[in-house]
């Protein structure tokens, strides 16, 4: 009876350092997920989860981060269409952005495979959603795909740490500066491509299937 009561007290404490962990990981990634540029990206510290901590529910952790990172860019886009497209953006701009639903509404199903497959990688996804609320699109279009691609590739990240944390002794800082590198690399060309966005000519990609910059506004 007693072994009983203690098994029972194990599992009891072993849920709530579990809740409490899922809780602190879904307020971390989903500020992480909102902020527009500079932060971490969300991979890296599915990584070290796997790697510190091994036998933790890798399925139930990804799907909170899944979760959160999908919540947290659903805000980021809705920021991005009512403080930049409303604010900052002019009619000619607006109008050329919007040719964008044209193409992808006219491609359903290779656009869902080119966000899920582009969620799936470890490729910064601010850019993303920062485009994408430029757009007049429903966000919840590129939501779907994000979440499912940011699921499995959290999952493979989390096995794929915790497997190489049972078999190697690897110090998860050792290779730090290499993170730090990529990281700092892919937030400077933030700007640039957002910029770059706005002026290419979406209307003469998508009906003349050509590319040029946007002209000067009239």
Do not use: C
């Amino acid at each position: 009876m007693a072994d009983e009561f203690k098994r029972g007290d194990f599992v009891v404490t072993e849920l709530t350092d579990l809740t409490k962990i899922s809780f602190l990981l879904f307020i971390v990634v989903f500020v992480l997920n909102l902020l527009p540029a500079f932060a971490p990206p969300t991979w890296t510290a599915m990584s070290f989860i796997g790697l510190t901590m091994p036998k933790i529910d890798f399925v139930l952790i990804a799907l909170v981060a899944a979760i959160a990172a999908t919540s947290g860019r659903i805000v980021l886009a809705t920021l991005s269409r009512v403080l930049v497209r409303q604010k900052m953006l002019s009619e000619q701009t607006q109008r050329n952005v919007d040719a964008i639903r044209l193409g992808i509404e006219s491609r359903p199903v290779m656009s869902f495979g080119t966000v899920l497959g582009y969620s799936i990688s470890p490729l910064p996804s601010n850019y993303l959603f920062i485009a994408y609320g430029l757009t007049s699109l429903p966000i919840a279009f590129l939501a779907l795909p994000f979440f499912v691609g940011r699921f499995v590739s959290y999952s493979f990240w989390l096995k794929t740490a915790s497997t190489v944390s049972d078999r190697l002794d690897l110090d998860w800082f050792e290779s730090a500066h290499y993170f730090i590198g990529y990281f700092l690399i892919s937030q400077l060309l933030l700007v640039p491509f957002i910029y770059g966005f706005t002026r290419i000519d979406w209307h003469a990609a998508f009906a003349e299937k050509r590319f040029k910059w946007l002209g000067k506004p009239e």
